[in-house]
Each structure stands twice: as C-alpha cells, then as structure tokens.
C-alpha cells in the first residue's frame, strides 16, 4: 500500500463526499429553513437524472442537458410544492415524510410508466470518458474530477450565498428563528419558495452529473437518499457548513473503510473469520459513524438551532 | 375569576357503563375466532392463511403504535426487532430446537435485550435525530443478516420442520391460527391496559411535555426505555411468529422499507389510538393484496391513499371510528 | 450566611460558547424564607433557574438542599430530593383536563410510575391528592376544563400546582406573574403568601411591587452576577441596583 | 393488455366445447417487475406473454388460464402470494421469480403441494444439492455461467485475474463457481456492499493489483454502476469477464459504448442457429420495437414451452402430479437453448456458449456468439442430491 495508492482512495472518498454532498444540500436547506423533512428530493434526483439522460441522448449536449434537466426539475418541484408541500409546512415532521413517501410512491410508478422499468442509457460526455494522468503513476477518471469541481464549485457558492448574501441572511434567519424573522418583517413565503426551487435545482444537478457514472433507474433515489439523510444528521440539520463537512466525513469514512478495512482484518485476523468479516463492517461504517456522533453529540456536528 | 365549571367532576371513568363500544374488541374477536370454523365453506381457505399474517404484523404495528402514538417516539427502525425476533428462531433451529414455545419465548428476550441496548443510545437523540438513529442501527442488523452466512444471508433461511407446539400440536389443522389470534388479542388488551395504568400515562405525559415530566419528578429516560424495549420485544414475538407463519426468514423483513410501512400502517390507522395499529394493518395489505390483482401499476394509489391521509385523517382513520362511538 | 441555611448554591458557573452567562453566583435559601431574585432582561434568571433544576448541565459549582448534594443529580432526582420548580412559560399539559394534569402530578409523588396492568382511575389516593392540589391553588371549579382552554391565570395556577406535587421543600417559580393583568396578580400574591407556610421558595420577578411585598431577601442579578442582596429596603437604596434596573425599569 | 383476456374469453369457449376439460390449465407467474429485480422482472414478463400469444392462450392444446402478480422482488411477499396461488387459485404450475431467494422462499410450500416450480431463472445451490426436488427444474444452475466463465478465462490464458461480488452468500457462491474452474492465480478477491453505487475505491485496487482480466458478478444496477466507472477509470486495457446477466441486452442498452468487448457466459445467446431460437427471436422482435430478447425472456419463454410439451405429453390430465413431473423431466419440446437434458437433480445438462458485446449491422450493441465453451455441462452439486 503506496503513498500515491492511499492518497488516490483520499480523492475517491473526497468525491464520493461531494457527490452526496451535492444531494445532502437540498435536503438540508429545505429542512433547515422550511423545517420540512422532504424524502420526495430523492424522486427530485431521479427526476434530474433521468431528464438529463434522456435530453443528453436526444441532443448530443451534456451540458445543455444539464440545465434542461435542472429547469424540468424546478416546474417539477414547484408542482411538487404546489400540491403537497405547500400543506405541509405547519404540520410535524411524521406528517411530512409519510406524505412525501406517498410522492415517491406516485414518482417511481409515474417514471416506469413513461420510460419502463428498465435501466436507461446515460452516456458520459465524449471529451469526458477517458482518464486523466493526474500523477505519472496515477491516471483519474476524468468525468469524476469534473465532478469533485461541480461539488466545490457548489460548496462554495452556496457559502457565499448564505454568509455573504442578503438573501443569504434571510435565509439564515428563517433557519435560525421562522417566528422571529416574520415578526422583523421577512417575507418567509417568498424565501422558502426560493429555498425549495433552490433545493431542487441541487437535486436535479446531482441526478444530472450522477447518471453517467452510476446506474439511471427507479428506485435510484431511495438508495442515495439514506446516505444523504446520514450526511445532514451528522453534519447538524440545516448546517450547509455541516453538510458539508460530513458529507466528505462520511465519504472518507466508507471509502476508507472498503479499501483499508478488509486487508487490515487480514493481516490480523484468521482468513476466513476476515474475509466474513472485512466488507460487513465497511458495509456499515457509515451507520456506526452516525451512531458514534450522535451519542456524543445528539443534535449532530453543527447544530443549526440553538 | 370568571370561569364557572362547565362540567361536573367526571364520574371516575371505570364507572362508566358497558356501551356498544366497549363490546366491539369481543366481537372481532369472535368473528375472528370463528373464522377458520366458516371459511372451508365459502372456498375461503387461502384467507386463513391472510389473516394469520394480518394479526402477526398488527402485533408489530401495535407495538409501534405503543412507543409511537403513546410515547411520542417516531422510530424508523422498528423491522429491526421484528427481523431479531425471527433470526432468533432461526438461530435456535439451527441450534436444534423443536418447541415454538421455547423458540419465540427466546425471541422475546434477546429481542428485549436488542432493543434495550438500541434504546440506552438511541434515546438520548430527539426527533429527526432520533428517527435516524434508530434506521442506523436497524441499517446494521440487516447488513449483518445479509452477510451472516450461517443462517443463509440474502438468500434467507427456510425452515424445512415446522417448528413444534407441543400438546396443541393435531388438535387442528389451524392451531397456529387461534394461537396467533391468542397472542395478538393478548397483546391488544396488554397495550390497551397499559395505556390507561401509571406507566401508560406518565408515557403520554412524556409525549406531550418531556421538560415538564421531567420537572415534575418523572424518570422521563428511564419510562422511555421501558416503554422502548417492551415494544422491540412484541415485535421481536412478531418476529418469530411470522418465522413459523413463513417457515421462511430472510434480510428482507429488516430492510428500512419494512420499517416504514410499519410506520405508515400505524399513522393511516391512528397514531394512540388501541385500534390504530390493527385499523392500519388491515387497510394497508388488504389494499396491497387487492390492488396487485389488478395492475402491476399497485404502488401510487398507495401513495395517493397516504397524502390523503395526511392531509383528511391527519389523526388516523380510527378517529372515524372515535366520533361514531361518541354519538351512539 | 449561616451554615444551616435549606438550600445553598456556591460558585454557579455556565458558559454559553465564550459567553459567561452565569458568573459564580452564590445564593442561599431559609427555611420558610421567600428569596426573591430580579434584574434586567437578559442578566441570566432563566438560565440560573435551569442550573438549579437541572434542565441545563452545570459548568463549575455546588448545589444542596439540606445537605443533600443537588450538581450530580438529573432534573427528576432533584425533584424527589425536595426541589420543585414552574416554568416561566406557563408548562402545562394543554390537550389534558384539568384533573388529569394534576392526577400526572400527584401521581409522580404516590409510588412507582413502573406499574403497568392495574387502571389508574381506580386510585382513590391520587384523586385525593389531586383535588386537595385544585383547592390550594383554586381550580377545584374547573377540573372538568381541557387546560389549554384555560385564561392566561388559572394556567399559571395550574402550573403552580403541577410543581406543589412534588411535596417541595423549595419551589422555584420563574416570573409566575409574567403576562398577567392587576386581578390575577393579586391572586398570584395572594397564593404565594399561602405558600409561604409549606416551602420556602426561590422567586424570580419582574413584578416590583409583588417582589417588594412578598420577599423577605431579594438578590440582584446583572450580567449573571449577584450584584447585592438584602431586604427591601436595602435594594431599594442600593444606588448601582438603581442605576442598571429600577432606573430604567422602575421609572421608565 | 387485451390478448390474455381474449385468452381467457376462449379458454372458457374452449371449455364448453371440449367436455374433459372443464377447468382450464392454471399457471401461476410470479412476476418481479417492481423492486430491485424489476427490469429483469420486465423482461420475463415479455418472454411469457410471447410464449402465450404464441401458443394461443393454451397449453397442449388445453384452454389455459395464466395468473399474473407481481411480487416486487420481496421473498416474504412471494411466499404471501404463492399461498395464494395454491390455496386459493389451485394452480397447476409455477414459475417466474427472478432472484434466487424468492425462489428458496417459496419452493417447499410448491413441493408439499406437489406443484411443478419451472424456474424461469434462479438456480440456486440448494435445490441443486441437499433440497433438491422432483418438482423443481432449474434452467441453469447459478454457479454454471460462472464455472463457464472460469473455463474461458483458463483457455485465454489470464494468469491472475481479481475477482468480485456483493458481500452475501450468493455472490461468493458465484465467485467459487469461477474459482472452481479457474486454474490461474488470484491477485484479489473483493467483496462490496448489496446495492453500492460507487466503486472508486474497488477500482483502485484493481488498478493497483494490474490482473490480467477482472471477473465480475454484480447484478442488476451495481453491474451498470460498476461497468461505467471501470472503463471511465480508464482500465479498458484490462478485460472484464462476467456471467451471461450481467452483460446482457438489459444492461447493454444501459451502459452503451463502455460494454464493448466484453466477454460473457450464458447457456443461450440470441443468434444461437438454431430454428426454434430464430423464431422465437424475430417474434421477439416483432412484437418488441426490434429490441433484442434477454436469456430472461428466453427462459420464461422456455418456461412456458415445457409447460405445454408436458400438458400433451400427460394427455391433459394434470391430477396426476408425478407423471407431469416425469414429463417436464423428459423434454420434448424444441427448446430455444438448443438440445438440453436433465440431470438426476432436475438441474439441465446442457452446453455453455461463449458471448462478446459487438456492434451488430445495424449499429446497435448487442451479444454475438463465439463459440461453445462448454458441452453437455451439469453443475457441480448434483452429488449431493438424493434423488
């Protein structure tokens, strides 16, 4: 196990990170801010990546597959809002994930009936399928570290739009105090329309960049949505700056844990007991994590509320 | 001060006569125990069968609904205990033992021990957090049962000698019908006495006002995780009755889905309500089991049925019931 | 203060990140002594009243309550150890009746909430010490009442009485006239004085003339540190005391 | 939509006509098309209802009655829903679920009520060894393709390969079916989480190992996830070798370009030159937009054929369950895999063809056909059955 080895599976876990990061950003702004526990982001993602795939196919322009795809997905989300959402707001947090989890229910079947249930082709962009020679002794796929860009570009952007933004202080305000900010006249109607639109197009873009690398099906966003939830409980829910952090936590955490822990079991362990052994437990780093944090500190890394 | 009484002191509430009401928990039981008697004659067999597997889940769901709707805690891990449950008669199988007794009373325990254990950790997180932490470690469970290559991992284990319930084996071929009936008519009233004895209400008193439980002398934790690792032991039972039901265990029954049908079934039904957890049961896989006659296309009305729950019968459907009892 | 006062709090400290929000604070209670503590918006009662209860942790300092060591025990323990308290919030439970606010309160005195199989209604005890709660605190009229239907008053009695249940040997109550008009302070006075006989209690108010009327010993809170304690004569010719509070509160 | 119920409509005109038969043939098909196996599910689907259109709704010349439901890939409800087949419909065969542990769950309620289960896809170890069974009749044995794959990977010459599957009991079955047959060395063996979408880190280490060639069974979306970050990993150079499910059209048309070149082991591919096999694809394509069939819709196909060779065979009468059961285990019908038999524990004997993903005339990516690695193959745990 080389130094260059060890540092490519640093980059590995950093854009695993970041890729959830992506997702984990909506999610935690819509919570943070609305208070409103959204599991229908995950058909958001879906919805992007699948629009994406299908715009990118038809026109040859990942790019402007891209934004179609991230536009659809906002008129989707406002639908979204308009029709369930909206109600859900005022209501508590079990009221919103049982009815949101109706919305996944309705998305996946909508999504198999028009495209099927099958797979469907997301082709990475020509200039980006091959790798890159980052080191001489280390080629990198070249779509991920567009990737790892697209998910600093985004972390940053969202920091400067929340710290250093009037919208961003609206926004920041809405989380901290929802009462508060309306009594000092805060339009909050307006600032969560915003922030829904906002988390959508997030949702939307990581479906949009996902799909060349992973598998463009239903039931897709259910399975990214767990461990977007465990980054947003980590991180501190509503925390953009917590996401972020334990987006890259968790991104670490798991890929360090199938790349280091199954040869580290062996070396120490009998065989048979390390190779049983070795990929449960890297399968289920990320839960211990969340488990560890939690226990110590139970409202999550950097908690948004006081 | 200006408020006058407007009501006379409430008579003490178990005075109050025998209604309508008050009968119906005995007549389902009846019609229920004369079921398997009347099927045969209508060609209605296979639905013994149904509604066997609908009293072993409405177990479940009752205990969800116990530290849920009573106790306020919105757990999204409650198919973990039902999957120790059937793993611990898997285990015991495995181990050679032949008596259900033996085999779900162990369920019992080590699911109790489970939940116990979860709970001590899971508690001390509120709300979303705690929500999420117990899906963690109901997460853990079915990656473990997944891998656990002894009893099977994702391929399941099937379990080929029914296991053995002594004197009552022969008596029927149903036994294990009015045996499940039993239990979940024993966990029914277990639950509805609960609710109305100290523990059931200083749980609701938790529910309602943790701080001010609390500040008046309440061991808010403690009561908490009684009622936490009582309920992951009905549904550790549930467990193992669904291992005999199924003579078959896999990691299915723990994946988080099944923990959030759980849920869903408790809410559609009545979040504390007694009849909450086995109205939800009955509407949700009856629903299931229809709509898939009809269409491959089964999953959205479902979805559709649940906002409109949430937005109509925010309290449950058996609120619907509440108000009929109330007028009669 | 002599060595066998009821209650004695040393050193209180609490830091809120780099904020010293409680700054050594010392407070003593007598027997059957109403100690009533004031000070400006924001001088950290709340957060005082929290330590003493044990809803927040304690950074550095010592609690007891004859003799008992309060700093290591949790909120419940405290309260069976003779320490009751009311929330400046009126904390009630505002979905329940009236008596079934008070029959939770009795109950958490009157032996085990671990008992799981016998009905509670059947507990002749309970009742009684339920309705004895409404007559001290006169809600006995409207037991029947779901307590969040309840005027602004009869809550805070209520309230009140959910703390008297605990039996206390010290009752804190936070701001209990906060939010009241002139007819139902002077019930709340009224009540108080009653309570006199049963606890000594630790009063924190925003109400002058009810702090003056009522407390034997009135301490100073500013910035989360005592600033001067002593009879009502001595706060009220205390010129720093006039100066941060009564000059801007009292005569504003 | 409208073709079963026509079926339906002249089974019950059939039936007044033809007096011996009063009830119709019932076939009950257990179908995955929602869950984690849902498009495999969907291409089975396809297979059957071809092979009942085909047929005219009957099976040996028998109105026949075809129960369709969907059991999302849930071992727990297939047990649920088979009881219904049973107690409720009294069907007189079974098959359809795609993964292995639907099929472990619902096979013993199948045997005790004597009902032949005609796999349409799982094969699993079990009913392959110790629980093996008159009424099963497996297609393939799961370890075969990859015992198949071993044996091309020998005659290729690859000296040290990686090998990886999901970390449960079926994909280290799969990966010792390869190690079975496989003689060269092994430079890792890796394990990955059920259901991993990214394989950054597995891919490193391949990169790191520098094998020969890759094997891999990882089925459904964790192959598509895997394949399109491989090649994007810019390990071209070094071939992936697989199981016939894990490069076949499904996840061809999912991928696209990055399958090319990839070698792949199936019992059945669909330019086999055969007739029975061209029939069946044309027909496929037909009625199917030109989409190239799966060795899913293949199978249940096939699975639907051995139903209606056993109904003629036993004359109609189904009541006696062990001669249906000695006539599926004779097969007389032209099978689109070609001449296969069954061995002594129901599980075929029958040859392993070698695929590679090319473009065909018209462009499109798809499975052509090599050769034969393997003939009249039976799988490796036939000793252990007692039949």
Redo the contacts between chains.
């Keep these: 196990m080389d130094a260059i080895f060890i540092f490519e599976q640093l980059l590995n876990g950093l854009g695993y990170g970041l890729m959830l990061f992506l997702l984990a950003a909506g999610l935690t702004l819509v919570f943070g801010i609305m208070d409103t526990m959204n599991l229908a982001h995950g058909s958001l993602y879906m919805a992007g990546a699948y629009i994406a795939a299908k715009v990118h196919e038809s026109s040859g322009s990942f790019l402007g597959a891209v934004l179609v795809a991230i536009v659809a997905t906002i008129l989707i989300a406002a639908l979204i809002e308009w029709l369930v959402v909206r109600r859900l707001y005022s209501r508590d947090h079990l009221a919103q994930v049982l009815a949101t989890f109706g919305v996944i229910l309705i998305a996946d079947d909508l999504v198999k009936a028009i495209w099927g249930p099958s797979p469907i082709m997301a082709p990475t962009p020509a200039a980006l399928t091959g790798p890159v020679q980052l080191l001489a002794e280390l080629p990198y796929p070249a779509y991920r570290l567009v990737l790892l860009g697209v998910g600093l570009a985004v972390a940053l952007g969202l920091y400067l739009l929340v710290n250093h933004t009037r919208m961003g202080m609206l926004v920041r305000a809405g989380a901290s105090n929802r009462s508060m900010a309306e009594f000092m006249g805060v339009r909050v109607g307006r600032v969560f329309s915003f922030v829904f639109a906002l988390g959508a197009a997030l949702a939307a873009l990581a479906g949009a960049l996902m799909g060349p690398i992973g598998a463009v099906q239903i039931g897709m966003g259910e399975a990214i949505l767990i461990p977007a939830l465990v980054v947003i409980v980590i991180g501190g829910i509503g925390s953009v700056r917590g996401a972020f952090v334990a987006a890259l936590l968790v991104g670490l955490v798991d890929t360090a844990g199938r790349a280091f822990l199954p040869p580290m079991l062996r070396a120490v362990l009998p065989p048979s007991l390390a190779a049983d052994l070795g990929p449960a437990l890297a399968g289920i780093a990320m839960y211990v994590l969340m488990a560890a944090v939690l226990t110590l500190k139970p409202a999550g890394l950097f908690p948004a509320r006081a | 001060m200006s408020s006058v009484a407007t009501l006379p002191l409430p008579a003490g509430a178990g005075a109050r006569p025998r209604s309508a009401a008050s009968l119906l928990p005995w007549v389902v039981l009846a019609v229920l125990a004369a079921f398997p008697l009347i099927a045969p004659a209508f060609g209605l067999e296979y639905y013994i069968g149904f509604v066997r597997r609908l009293l072993i889940v409405m177990i479940a769901a009752t205990s969800l609904n116990f530290i849920l709707g009573y106790g306020g805690m919105v757990a999204l891990g409650h198919a973990g205990f039902v999957g120790v449950g059937a793993y611990t008669v898997v285990a015991m199988v495995e181990a050679g033992v032949g008596s259900a007794w033996a085999a779900w009373g162990m369920a019992i325990v080590i699911s109790a021990v489970f939940a116990a254990a979860i709970g001590a950790v899971s508690l001390r997180a509120r709300g979303v957090y705690f929500l999420m932490i117990t899906l963690a470690f109901a997460q853990m469970l079915y990656y473990l049962a997944v891998s656990l290559r002894t009893y099977g991992g994702d391929d399941g284990y099937g379990i080929y000698t029914p296991l053995s319930l002594g004197g009552l084996d022969g008596l029927h071929a149903d036994i294990f019908y009015w045996v499940v009936l039993a239990l979940a008519a024993l966990v029914f009233a277990f639950s509805s006495r609960v609710a109305v004895s100290r523990f059931g209400h200083a749980l609701m008193g938790i529910r309602d006002n943790e701080t001010r439980m609390a500040a008046m002398g309440y061991p808010v934790y403690r009561i908490k995780l009684v009622a936490f690792t009582g309920a992951g032991a009905v549904a550790g039972l549930a467990g193992a009755l669904l291992a005999s039901h199924n003579n078959f265990v896999s990691p299915s029954l723990m994946h988080w889905t099944e923990s959030a049908t759980l849920l869903v079934m408790v809410a559609i039904g009545g979040m504390g309500k007694r009849w909450g957890g086995p109205l939800g049961v009955a509407i949700w896989l009856t629903l299931a089991e229809v709509l898939k006659l009809y269409t491959e296309y089964w999953h959205w009305p479902i979805g559709l049925m649940l906002i409109l729950v949430v937005f109509f019968a925010p309290k449950g459907v058996a609120t619907l019931f509440e108000r009929k009892e109330k007028t009669q | 203060m002599s060595a066998t006062s009821l209650f004695e709090a040393k050193g209180l400290v609490k830091r809120f990140g780099g904020l010293l929000a409680t700054d050594h604070v010392d407070i003593t209670v007598e027997p059957g002594e109403i100690h009533a503590l004031i000070g400006p918006n924001g001088a950290g009662k709340s957060t005082l009243v929290n330590l003493i209860s044990g809803l927040l942790p304690l950074d550095e300092g010592s609690l007891s309550l004859d003799g008992v060591e309060l700093a290591a025990l949790a909120p419940h323990q405290r309260v069976r150890a003779g320490l009751s308290r009311c929330f400046q919030v009126t904390s009630v439970f505002k979905s329940d009746t009236v008596l079934d606010n008070l029959l939770l309160a009795a109950q958490a005195h009157a032996g085990s909430s671990f008992r799981f199989l016998s009905r509670r209604a059947a507990e002749d005890v309970l009742m009684e010490t339920a309705l004895r709660l409404a007559e001290t605190v006169g809600l006995a009229d409207v037991l029947g009442r779901i307590a969040g239907t309840l005027p602004h008053g009869a809550q805070r009695k209520l309230d009140v009485a959910l703390a008297l249940a605990a039996r206390p040997r010290l009752l804190l109550l936070d701001e209990p006239m906060a939010g009241m008009g002139p007819e139902d302070s002077l019930q709340m006075v009224a009540l108080i004085e009653q309570l006199r006989a049963q606890t000594a209690i630790l009063l924190i108010e925003h109400d002058m003339d009810a702090v003056f009327q009522l407390a034997d010993r009135i301490s100073v809170l500013v910035y989360g540190r005592v600033l001067t304690s002593g009879d009502a004569s001595h706060i009220k010719g205390h010129p720093e005391v006039q100066a941060v509070y009564l000059g801007t509160e009292a005569h504003a | 939509m409208f073709k079963p119920k026509h079926a339906v409509l002249a089974a019950v005109l059939c039936s007044a006509l033809v007096a011996q038969a009063a009830d119709p043939v019932k076939v009950g098909i257990a179908?995955d098309?929602?869950?984690?196996f849902?498009?495999a599910?969907?291409?089975a689907r396809d297979g059957f209802d071809l092979a009942i259109e085909t047929l005219g709704g009957k099976l040996g010349g028998q109105p026949a009655e075809f129960l369709k439901?969907?059991f999302a890939g849930?071992?727990?409800q297939a047990?649920?829903?088979v009881?219904?087949y049973?107690?409720?419909d009294k069907i007189d065969f079974f098959t359809g679920p795609i993964a292995?542990?639907s099929a472990?769950?619902v096979?013993?309620a199948l045997f005790a009520a004597k009902v032949p289960f005609i796999s349409s896809n799982p094969g699993?170890s079990?009913f392959a060894g110790k629980?093996c069974n008159p009424f099963f009749f497996g297609q393939y044995q799961n370890d075969t393709y990859d015992e198949a794959a071993g044996k091309f990977a020998n005659e290729k010459g690859y000296k040290n390969m990686v090998i990886i599957a999901p970390?449960?009991?079926?994909g280290?079955d799969h990966l010792n079916g390869f190690k079975r047959i496989y003689s060269g060395a092994l430079k890792d063996?890796?394990?990955?989480?059920?259901?991993q979408?990214?394989y950054?880190?597995?891919i490193?280490?391949i990169?790191?190992a520098k094998p020969d060639a890759v094997f891999f069974f990882l089925p459904?979306?964790?192959g598509?996830?895997f394949i399109?970050?491989y090649?994007?990993?810019?390990l071209k150079e070094i071939p992936l070798v697989a199981p016939g499910f894990s490069a076949d059209q499904?996840?061809i048309?999912?991928?696209?370009?990055p399958m090319l070149g990839l070698y792949n082991t199936a019992h059945w591919t669909h330019d086999l030159p055969l007739p029975a096999n061209a029939a069946f694809v044309s027909a496929f394509r037909k009625k199917y937009d030109g989409r190239y069939p799966t060795v899913y819709a293949a199978m249940a196909y096939d699975a639907i054929m051995a139903m209606d060779a056993a109904v003629r065979d036993v004359g109609g009468k189904l009541d006696d369950r062990a001669a249906v059961a000695k006539a599926l285990a004779k097969p007389s019908f032209k099978s689109v895999r070609g001449e296969f038999s069954y061995g002594a524990n129901n599980n075929p004997v029958q040859n392993y063809y070698l695929r590679v993903v090319e473009k065909d005339a018209e462009g499109k990516l798809t499975n052509k056909l090599v050769g034969t690695v393997m003939e009249k193959h039976q799988d490796a745990y036939v000793g252990e059955c007692a039949l």
């Design positions: 179908l098309i929602s869950g984690p849902a498009a599910g969907a291409e439901t969907d849930n071992p727990e047990n649920q829903l009881t219904r049973l107690q409720r292995s542990n472990l769950a096979g013993p699993p079990q629980q970390n449960y009991p079926a280290k063996e890796i394990y990955t989480k059920v259901g979408i990214d950054a880190a597995e490193a280490q990169r790191a459904g979306g964790m598509i996830n399109k970050q090649i994007g990993g810019g499904d996840v048309q999912a991928v696209g370009e």
